[in-house]
Antibody, heavy 116, light 107 residues
């Protein structure tokens, strides 16, 4: 059974940093691209970052230069390093498996709250 | 970036009725469009990919159509569990983008 479990969400002050993790199981993690998608409270979905099996990356303009996506295939894990956090980064952050033109499995999400 | 506009924002229907949801792209996305369903407090769930292919385990009352800039998600006969928010997403160009969502609510 494919499972994605996010962790690392917390309350953090503006300007702070946080590292999210996504533990994958039930599939060959190294064979799949992965995405991070977020959802602000009461709002829609926003794609923020993508990493290929080759570890090349893509970012939304809203996070470019502040967030870094990475992966550790030996640990079946995906990461999102978030720096210079702002109030508008407050959201539930989901990791999703990218099965070529579709996100077919999603984690349950982890909440990041940026507030002083 | 490619902007996806979903309409209507809210659709008020009764169980058993047909739901027709629209997603319009600001430029062609060919057939690289997916639809997701999201219920309160849950992660999104993939329904349709490549505009018209049902994901594994999705009932055949869900169907997708369209290509280029105009797409439709149809639910042929609404079941109680179908009342939710639906999002389209384009997979044609970076950055990936989602539409603003259509809420299907019970009338």
């Amino acid at each position: 059974e494919v499972q994605l479990v996010e962790s690392g969400g917390a309350l953090v002050q503006p300007g702070g940093s946080l590292r999210l993790s996504c533990a994958a199981s039930g599939f060959i993690f190294s064979s799949y691209d992965m995405n991070w998608v977020r959802q602000a409270p009461g709002k829609g979905l926003e794609w923020i970052s993508h990493i290929r099996t080759s570890s090349t990356t893509e970012y939304a303009d809203s996070v470019k230069g502040r967030f870094t996506i990475s992966r550790d295939n030996a640990k079946n894990s995906l990461y999102l390093q978030m720096n210079s956090l702002r109030d508008d980064d407050t959201a539930v952050y989901y990791c999703a498996r990218d099965a070529k033109y579709k996100d077919d499995y999603w984690g349950q999400g982890t909440l990041v709250t940026v507030s002083s | 970036e490619i902007v996806l506009t979903q309409s209507p924002a809210t659709l008020s229907l009764s169980p058993g009725e047909r739901a027709t949801l629209s997603c319009r792209a600001s430029q062609s996305v060919r057939s690289y469009l997916a639809w997701y369903q999201q219920k309160p407090g849950q992660a999104p769930r993939l329904l349709i990919y490549d505009a018209s292919n049902r994901a594994t385990g999705i009932p055949d009352r869900f169907s997708g159509s369209g290509s280029g800039t105009d797409f439709t998600l149809t639910i042929s006969s609404l079941e109680p569990e179908d009342f939710a928010v639906y999002y389209c997403q384009q997979r044609s160009k970076w950055p990936l983008t989602f539409g603003g969502g259509t809420k299907v609510e019970i009338k």
